[in-house]
């Protein structure tokens, strides 16, 4: 007769992961895509790795992530949207709008340049997918990555089909080689439900993305890391979800986060990662006990040199 610790043991499949050691301490990693992507490259960030997380915000899907990177990359330019008397950079968080478009145009143009700036001394960029729901702009049939509160009857709701995420897929890849030759692609989609579209409707839209990316990775040299799959098949418990059923918690994210670590993180990163976390405990505990409150970035690049020369 098996054990209690057996039995509870079984219930939870051991998801493999082919190690592949090529992050280093001193690698520097661009993310962009959904809310999670973010979540991961904070998590980065926090460890003292150079990080930048797309500055245009919260991308959903193959299509808003592709013209982001082109927008960064020079290759593509600055659409944007006049809405009652507004100017709205729709390819962009909501933030991205205003009533001079020169100004907001100058200000999207200088994001792009301090992004590609980035990527250019960049080795790694990392792809979260989220959708393959998404809105279109009923005025010009043009599909947008936010709808930045303007009424909802102004949007059509579509999805996308395997073919045309291919085909966004396969522009990326191209992208990425023509302005970025040294960066290596790592795709993942997120584990986030999107629920408001309905349940079924998350789980097609998810199908979907899946099938895209794997017919894509079959004749391509770019990675994928099973983040959905971690979530769903190894935690699948609604324990590991915030409040809200949709977003994995904070300790769904640092397992995931570890998982990420430990199958792409050279030996010496997980050292150096190791030396970070206890560092940062601290630096969280002087903010702690300071009378004054202390930035999360506090002392960051004195603590990053500190750590690469121990």
């Known amino acids: 007769m098996h054990s209690g610790h057996f039995l509870k043991q079984s219930l939870f499949n051991d998801f493999h992961i082919d190690k592949e050691p090529i992050i280093s301490p001193k690698s520097q990693l661009y993310f962009i895509g959904s809310c999670f992507s973010q979540e991961i490259s904070q998590r980065f960030h926090e460890r003292y790795l150079l990080t930048e997380y ?4 919260t991308l959903f899907t193959p299509q808003s992530i592709r013209k982001a990177l082109e927008i960064i990359s ?8 006049k809405f009652n008397e507004e100017w709205h950079f729709l390819d962009g968080a909501y933030r991205f709008h205003g009533t001079h478009s020169e100004k907001l145009k100058s200000q999207i143009d200088q994001i792009a340049l301090q992004s590609r700036a ?9 792809i979260t997918l989220g959708t393959s729901i998404y809105y279109e702009w009923i005025h010009n049939s043009r599909s947008v990555a936010n ?3 303007i009424p909802q009857n102004n949007f059509l709701k579509k999805q996308f089909t395997t ?3 291919k085909t966004d897929l396969s522009a990326i890849d191209t992208l990425i080689s023509e302005n970025f030759p040294q960066i290596q692609i790592v795709y993942t989609v997120s584990p986030v439900r999107h629920l408001r579209d309905g349940i079924r409707e998350n789980s097609v839209s998810k199908s979907i993305l899946h099938a895209a990316l794997h017919e894509h990775l079959s004749s391509n040299r770019a990675r994928y890391f099973p983040s959905y799959e971690i ?3 190894e935690l699948r418990d609604l324990r590991f979800f915030k409040t809200d059923l949709m977003h994995p918690n904070d300790w769904a994210t640092d397992y995931i986060f570890t998982r990420f670590l430990e199958t792409y993180g050279t030996t010496e990163l997980i050292e150096f990662v190791d030396r970070a976390d206890k560092l940062r405990k601290i630096e969280l505990h002087k903010k702690h006990n300071s009378a004054i409150q202390v930035e999360t970035n506090w002392n ?4 990053r040199n500190n750590l690469l020369n121990e």
């Open 54 to 57: 797309n500055p245009f915000g």
């Open 74 to 81: 020079g290759t593509k330019p600055v659409e944007l949207t």
């Open 118 to 126: 980035f990527l250019k001394q960049s080795n790694f960029l990392f």
């Open 147 to 149: 709808c930045h509160k």
């Open 163 to 165: 073919e045309e995420i």
């Open 231 to 233: 979530f769903n098949d």
């Open 300 to 303: 960051w690049e004195e603590n």
